[in-house]
């Protein structure tokens, strides 16, 4: 059973910062993927940005590109979402996903979910 516990969401005004975390603890073996995913009120999760642990290799979804940057720590224990020039259609809980052998963008083959974090743009 994989863990996977999100941290660092909170209330952000309009064009300002936030950087989510997601523990990982011993969740770094093979070909699995990690991800970020969001569910904004009234609309289905959908993918944010992944990561390939193993080669650091990124992958990022219209909706993130050039604003969030997936990454992890040194030892591939943590995982992180930056998200810059955030607006109120940001607004949503965040969760953090991983999946075994899959393609890492595919999102929608993520079967290990955290228990979300709120983050609030206004």
């Known amino acids: 059973h994989v863990q996977l516990v999100e941290s660092g969401g909170g209330s952000v005004q309009t064009g300002g910062s936030a950087r989510l975390s997601c523990t990982t603890p011993?969740?770094?073996?093979?070909?699995?993927?990690m991800a970020w995913f969001r569910q904004a009120p009234g609309k289905e999760r959908e993918g944010v940005a992944a990561i390939l642990p193993r080669h650091g290799r990124t992958y990022y979804t219209d909706s993130s590109q050039g604003r969030f940057t997936i990454s992890l720590n040194d030892d591939k224990t943590e995982m992180y979402l930056r998200m810059d020039s955030l607006t109120p259609e940001d607004t949503a809980i965040y969760y953090c996903a991983a999946a075994p052998s899959v393609p890492c963008d595919r999102f929608d083959l993520y079967n290990y979910w955290g228990q979300g974090t709120q983050v609030t743009v206004s």
């Open positions: 011993g969740y770094t073996g093979g070909r699995h993927c």
